[in-house]
């Protein structure tokens, strides 16, 4: 750790020198009553407004107000094919081919379709490993699946780890513990509690060698870190795009396919906006899937919330992610340090010190820690608050500044000490 004293004016410096900073002006920060910005982490939850997406909203709701039905073959973005075009701005983000991936619904939903044809157990392969901390959602969809194909979830759902970081090498161990009972690995990217990311490279291939499938929820990860579902031989992957993707609150979601399983026959549940697009109006009887990941849509998506991904997804095709992810280690360090040289008694962050094993959140514990989010909560910090003891927060890198994790620090360290 550096002995350097830090200054605002020093955070205001590295701003200035920092690249990608122009961003932060092409979105809407939440404003205090008293008209300045408010020191927004909270984009692991919800990210903030384009300022692009009024224009593009414009022009959906010119082209629908102008076309009606037709607008689905002659908007200026047509409806029928819009979700192909956000296809190649979430490929590069995950790491695959546009044949890959698919917006379409919301995560859970979707996690439930590819679960139908992933999770397939038989009498003697038939568990679920999933980590302990996982969002309560992922939970609940993997205890509902086991129990909707007869089995016991106390014993088919295997939890690792718990509400610290668990260690690769501990998932590891437990997936070849399991070994030729473990039908599924589902984990996340990175997980929603601690921030931490993991290998999800070495687990897939952990998960193959003893036969399962390896499946992960991109909640926390995509549009956070860089990754190669593609190249690491991930099966799938679902994910939501109102984090840090920022396309509205309940935007629409997306789905990987790893193209070995496009054209196996896998079972899976079909809808008409799955089917084969040469012949789909010609309302076949028997469904034949397109031979992507589109096959596991069922209905036309909804237009107004890919309007919105589109509109941010503009923003990280010009910045890359891998420009991002510098930036978003840079400034992640930078609260790290303040944090530790904060002299704020009891301070734990419970996130990875490597950079390698965790996003752009930090996820902190202090003593009396709800009465400390509080208070720099009345002081214009949006962060995020999770019981029992967890305050998590995320220094954003299309919008989030140097400035901002100083004057958090600043202000969590005057929280602390308040009485």
Known sequence: ????????????????????????????????????????????????????????????????????????????????????????????????????????????????LLMVSFYRPTAGRYKILIEKSAFPSDRYAVRSQT??????????????????????????????????????????????????????????????????????????????IPMQLHEWDVDFAVWCSYKYLNAGPGGIAGAYVHKKHHDTGLPRFAGWWGHEKSTRFQMPMDFKPIPTAESWQLSNPAIAPLVALRASLDHFDEAGIGNLRQRSVKLTAFME????????????????????????????????????????????VIADWREPDVIRVAAVPLYNSFCDVFDFVDLLKKGSHAT
Request: aromatic share 8%.
């Open 1 to 112: 750790m550096s002995s350097r004293k830090y200054s605002r004016e020093y955070a205001q410096s590295l701003d200035e020198q920092a690249s990608l900073c122009h961003y932060r002006e092409r979105f809407h920060i939440p404003q205090k009553s008293d008209g300045s910005d408010t020191i927004y982490l909270c984009g692991n939850s919800l990210g903030l407004q384009p300022k692009n997406l009024r224009a593009s909203f414009d022009e959906y709701l010119s082209d629908w107000d102008r076309l009606g039905v037709e607008g689905h073959f002659h908007a200026r973005m047509p409806w029928l094919s819009y979700h192909e075009i956000v296809a190649e701005s979430l490929a590069r983000l995950v790491g695959a081919s546009p044949t890959e991936v698919v917006a379409m619904n919301t995560l859970t939903v979707n996690l439930h």
């Open 337 to 380: 340090e303040l944090l530790l040289q904060a002299n704020v008694p009891g301070l734990q962050i419970i996130t990875p010190t490597d950079s390698e094993q965790r996003g752009a959140q930090l996820s902190i514990r202090v003593p009396d820690g709800r009465r400390v989010f509080e208070a720099i909560t009345r002081e214009g």
């Open 147 to 224: 129990e909707f194909h007869g089995f016991d979830p106390a014993e088919a759902v295997v939890l690792v780890g718990g509400n610290e970081p668990v260690s690769t090498e501990e998932i590891i161990a437990e997936i070849v513990k399991q070994g030729d009972s473990l039908a599924l690995v589902m984990l996340g990217g990175v997980n929603y509690l601690t921030g931490q990311a993991f290998d999800m490279a070495r687990i897939t291939e952990a998960a193959h060698r003893v036969g399962a499938v390896a499946g992960f929820d991109l909640a926390h990860a995509v549009g956070n």
